[in-house]
């Protein structure tokens, strides 16, 4: 290869490179937070609190499917309450996810016949897909809501130190939840989500312990409900708040060192199956793997698979 192709090859290499990286570091700094906050506070005059809509009605999409929504008050109660627990509060998750318990096991099943073709293996196989499409709808729910409980776990105590800070600048319980929505928004969105939830709720004429009671009820989190006990006991003997949820926040950062801790001491049994499984036989194969040949060659006459 001569000189001026390497050359050449090297230049349109570090060209590629330099735009490529002007480009990401434009759409990066465009997106960055600081960016548009500073953006909101110059076009807006300050930072503009998005409150999730109290309309409750369904697109006219997902309307055109609202028969396979459950008929019975109880059934619906207890299924808006699993997708609210998962972060899907409007009527269109709750057609969607009826749609998609009903249209899932029949799209799989046919699948399944269809790959396998006619007879009893393909009815069994169309079975089982069938059955697959019918939970899949759960694990998707019970995934969400598991995924969803531990950022709001996690999050509680930053979002009591938030509330702590408002508190004693002077500020109210209800602008101190405004103000941490606006702050978690990056770090905990789900939490900021519940914290936005319980202002338009208050604003929308609830008051604000009730809020707090359909917060707990929503996330279904141990934390929560323990928070929400916390300020009824506070509100109903009139003890300082701030206090309260300092408290309450070092017992959920201890709690949450704790959790951690538990995590990383399973850790050492969970590695088990792994090496046992994966890393032991190739060691054993690379260790071993001669001296079983020699082995082999001594009482082979000294040959054993044409190796000597």
């Known amino acids: ?68 929504v459950p008929k019975s008050p109880k059934d619906m109660t207890l299924l808006r309450r699993r997708l609210s627990a ?19 096991p029949i799209f799989c099943a046919a699948l399944g016949f269809t790959l396998i073709g006619p007879g009893a293996q393909g009815m069994m196989v169309a079975a089982i ?23 709001i776990r996690n999050g509680l105590p930053d979002a009591l130190d938030l509330f702590i800070v408002c508190l004693e600048a002077g500020s109210s319980l209800d602008q101190a939840i405004v103000k941490a929505s606006a702050e978690l928004e990056l770090a905990y969105p789900a939490l900021a989500d519940e914290l936005r939830m319980i202002t338009t709720e208050i604003r929308a004429g609830k008051p604000r312990l009730e809020a707090f009671k359909n917060f707990a009820a929503r996330t279904r989190v141990d934390d929560v409900r323990s928070l929400v006990a916390m300020l009824v006991q506070t509100d109903r ?17 201890v709690k949450r060192r704790q ?50």
């Open 1 to 68: 290869m001569s000189w001026e192709l390497l050359l050449g090859l090297i230049s349109i290499f570090v060209t590629i490179c330099v735009i490529t990286g002007a480009i990401a570091s434009t759409v990066l700094a465009r997106r960055a937070p600081e960016r548009q906050r500073l953006n909101q506070l110059v076009t807006g005059g300050g930072v503009v609190l998005e409150v999730p809509a109290l309309t409750d009605a369904p697109s006219p999409v997902a309307q055109r499917f609202s028969r396979f």
């Open 86 to 104: 998962a972060g899907y509060l409007g009527m269109d998750a709750l057609i969607i996810f009826s749609v998609a318990k009903v249209a899932l």
């Open 129 to 151: 897909a069938g059955l697959f499409g019918f939970m899949l709808p759960e694990f998707w729910v019970s995934n969400r809501t598991r995924a969803r409980q531990k950022v």
């Open 237 to 253: 003997f009139g003890t300082s708040v701030s206090q309260a949820l300092r408290t309450h926040s070092e017992q959920a950062r």
């Open 259 to 308: 959790i951690a801790e538990e995590k990383a001491a399973k850790l050492s049994v969970k590695l088990v199956i792994p090496l046992v499984f994966f890393l032991f036989p190739a060691l054993y194969v690379v260790v071993l793997g001669p001296a079983f040949i020699k082995i082999a060659n001594v009482f082979n006459g000294g040959t054993i698979g044409g190796l000597r």
